[in-house]
Each structure stands twice: as structure tokens, then as C-alpha cells.
């Protein structure tokens, strides 16, 4: 069968999201999908409740602040250590039973891989709703993927609930986490989506700003 997941989302363990375990489960309902990558900044406890938390589907992942830019890790079960080279981070996810993803690698302030994307990793984030300039993000990231011939994802990075789901990817899997990443690693998966609208990055920050302020 196929499912239909964002694979890249932050909550309020990112202390620069506003998304809520309840606004999760919510926008990704509303939206189709049939699971989430929770991946907050350089942890995974906020993950791994949700997760159990939940009835939705959630694949438990990290966002991890390597020192060449920013790893995507999905089904990862433990924290990878954030500051360590992006071939060393590679191997603790792979080590962990994760796959690795390069998120979006291309994006201007973003702490992005650039040329450190290569084959050691299992995916390029092909599409990020978020990413600044998108299509020129979206293009050079599609050149990686062919270059080193790795799967293709696609996720929102979204921080606020009503952008989840603007970037999904539809996966050859059965509605099981671990079904789910191997079908990713092997390339049974399609990156589809479009960037969050300039509305909606507005409607953030005056939420953001809110909360804060
Ligand atoms: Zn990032
Ligand atoms: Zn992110």
C-alpha cells in the first residue's frame, strides 16, 4: 500500500516551534496524511511521547545539528550527539537503526550541508516547504540525488501546525515505522510539494511573537 507522510516537522521540544502534540495530530489529520516525522533540534524525548502518546502514526526522528549542517535522522530511538562531523553523524544513525536524511541542503540560513550531502546518506530532502530560495533549493537538491543516486523526501520543516502537510512523501510502505524507513532507504518513495506561502510565515511570527513578547 502506500502512505502519505511529512517527514520533517518540529513541536515545542524545538523551542522555535509552536506546534502542540494536539495541533500535530490535528493539521495532519486535516491534511491526509497518514503519519508525521516528529524531528525536533538535537533531541528525541519530545518525539518518543508523542509517539507513544498518540494513536497517529508517528515516526520518531532528530534533527541533528552536525558541524557541516544540518541531518535529518528518521526511527531513531536515542539522541545523536549534535557538533560531530556529518560522515560521523551519518554512522551514529545508521548505528542507532535510523536512516539519515540531508535536509534541505541547499537553503540560505538554515545551517545546510551544501556539499557535504554524498552517498553515505540514505535520502536528500528534495522538497522543504520552508527552504529559501525554493526552487533553486528544490533543483540543486534534485542534481544531489541523481549525483549520488539516493532516495528522494519531502517535508515541511513546518514550526507552526497550519503548514504541515504543504510537503509530504508518498511511500510503498504498510502503516508501520519500520516498514516505512526501509522502503524510504531503498527509493520505493515520490517527494511532492510547494513552499508554505508568505501569509502563513507571517501568520507564524505574529503567533511566535505572541507567545514570546
Ligand atoms: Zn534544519
Ligand atoms: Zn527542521
Redesign the pocket.
Known amino acids: 500500500m502506500q502512505v502519505k507522510v511529512d517527514l ?1 516537522v ?1 513541536t515545542i521540544y524545538s523551542r522555535d516551534s509552536l506546534i502542540t502534540p494536539e495541533d500535530l495530530v490535528f493539521y495532519a489529520k486535516k491534511r491526509g496524511l497518514t503519519a508525521v516525522a516528529v ?1 525536533d ?1 538535537d533531541r528525541i524525548d519530545g518525539a518518543l511521547k508523542i509517539a507513544r502518546e498518540t494513536d497517529f502514526l508517528i515516526i520518531p526522528g532528530i ?1 541533528v545539528s552536525s558541524r557541516n549542517g ?1 541531518i535529518v535522522g528518521l526511527n531513531v530511538q536515542e539522541p545523536i550527539p549534535k557538533g560531530l562531523s556529518a560522515d560521523e553523524t551519518v554512522d551514529r544513525i545508521h548505528a542507532a537503526g535510523g536512516v539519515a536524511v540531508a ?1 534541505h541542503p541547499f537553503a540560505f540560513f538554515k545551517g545546510s550541508l551544501g556539499n557535504h550531502a554524498n552517498a553515505n546518506f540514505d535520502a536528500v530532502e528534495t522538497i522543504n516547504s520552508s527552504a529559501f530560495p525554493f526552487n533553486r533549493c528544490t533543483r540543486k537538491a534534485q542534481e544531489i540525488a541523481d549525483r549520488f543516486g539516493i532516495s528522494r523526501v519531502a517535508g515541511t ?1 513546518a514550526h507552526y501546525g497550519p503548514t504541515i502537510g504543504y510537503a509530504y512523501t508518498v511511500i510503498d510502505a504498510e502503516q508501520q515505522v519500520d516498514d516505512i524507513v526501509k522502503a524510504i532507504a531503498k527509493g520505493k518513495c515520490q517527494p511532492f510539494g510547494r513552499p508554505i506561502p508568505i501569509s502563513m510565515k507571517l501568520a507564524k511570527y505574529w503567533q511566535f511573537l505572541k507567545k514570546h513578547f
Open positions: 520533517h518540529h524531528t533540534h534533527e544540518h535536509c520543516d
